[in-house]
């Protein structure tokens, strides 16, 4: 199909891990169309266009409207956002449209694209209704070529889109923190005197998520080596589990959960508590701002999930727990982080979602060992002006 002038990917997952991971042969993608005077569409979730603004510069970029068609949402306001959508899609008159993950949202928009050559990259899956399905599988790989970032490329591949090079991560222009987020930051209780660990207890999914009380004693370790804590996610989960962590190091040391309110007139002699301990911002950064805190943060730690993968994308030193997972597949690119397993403990029978030993995997995973694999990476030097 490198005769397509017209060419449309279609990839508003929703997860955001999947798109760094591939965003880097989309970046590729980019290039190549521009080079070769192809007109090229990127169809994205809305959730990510702060994020990856810039990210494609050669390409028109439409938007996924998911907020829009959640569950509860006004009926009428949804049906013209998807149609609005799929107008976009249509008026591009693509050549070729073509998905890139397992996702019935993807291929369904591939569905309605209008396109001359509609490309289904999964035919496990969804193969009704396309013109060519590409039997490449995410497991089961050659040895070496695990991970997703070499299915993304045999798709690409398939399709006669040269791509190259090793796998890694898109290239995210982010810029650290302006003095109007560092006012909020300080203002939350963050004392930016001290070494700033990000941990993400939250996961997508239960099997992906290491004890909660575990987090707790290693945010103690942590303190007690001098570092300060805060605490990151998104949506009711991540805020929940966030909370009983609160609870439980509230009796430790003073606890800020703040709002990120605009801070008036912030002074930056102000004297902030010598000793602020654990901040939670959980659902009080956007992504981009959560990108532009970890500019300057010096450790991570969380388990399998997008914010892990965007530390890992911006080179923050970090551990990134893995439970019952596919590692080769979905293995962090990052130079920089670590990655912590113990399948060994495993019975031969556990699944993802079925596990005899109660996820053992995860939870003999110690505290100490995540904390030593996490002061043991290199230093990482940052610098903060408000």
Known sequence: MTNAQRIALINPAKFLGNLLLAGGLIQQLDSWCAQHNKQLLIVLDESFAELFAGAFPNAQLVWYPRKA????????????????????IRSFNADLAFTIEEDSVCHRLTHFSGARHKV?????????????????????????????????????????IPVEGKPAYVN???????????????HSGLDFKKPLMLMHAGA??????????????????????????????AGRSDEAVNAQMLLELSADITVSAPSLAPYPNPDPDQDQDSDPGYV?????????????????????????????????????????IFGPTDIGIWRPLGPATEILSLKSV????????????NYRCLSQITPQSVFDNLVLSDKRTYETTL
Not at 69 to 88: M, S, T
Not at 123 to 151: A, N, T
Not at 346 to 357: K, M, N, V, W, Y
Request: charged content about 20%; proline content about 6%; aromatic content about 6%.
């Open 69 to 88: 068609l959640l569950p509860g949402a006004p009926k009428l306001a949804a049906i013209r956002a998807w149609l609005g959508c799929v107008r976009q």
């Open 120 to 160: 289904s990259s999964t035919i496990h899956r969804y193969h009704i209704g396309f013109d060519q399905v590409l039997d490449i599988s995410r497991s089961q790989r050659p040895p070496g070529e695990e991970s997703v970032w070499y299915s993304v490329r045999d798709v690409f591949a398939a399709l006669g």
């Open 172 to 186: 995210l222009q982010i810029d650290p923190p302006d003095s109007k987020l560092m006012a909020r930051l300080v």
């Open 204 to 233: 997508s999914k239960g099997y992906k998520q290491w004890p909660s009380d575990h987090f707790v004693q290693l945010a103690r370790l942590a303190v007690k080596a001098g570092y300060q804590i805060a605490l990151i996610g």
């Open 280 to 320: 939670d911002l959980c659902n009080q950064l956007s992504l981009l701002e959560l990108a532009r805190l970890m500019r300057i943060s010096s450790k991570i730690v969380g388990n399998d999930s997008g914010p892990s993968h965007l530390a890992s994308a911006l080179g923050v030193p970090g551990v990134v």
């Open 346 to 357: 495993c019975d031969a029978t556990c699944t993802r979602h079925q596990c005899r030993l």
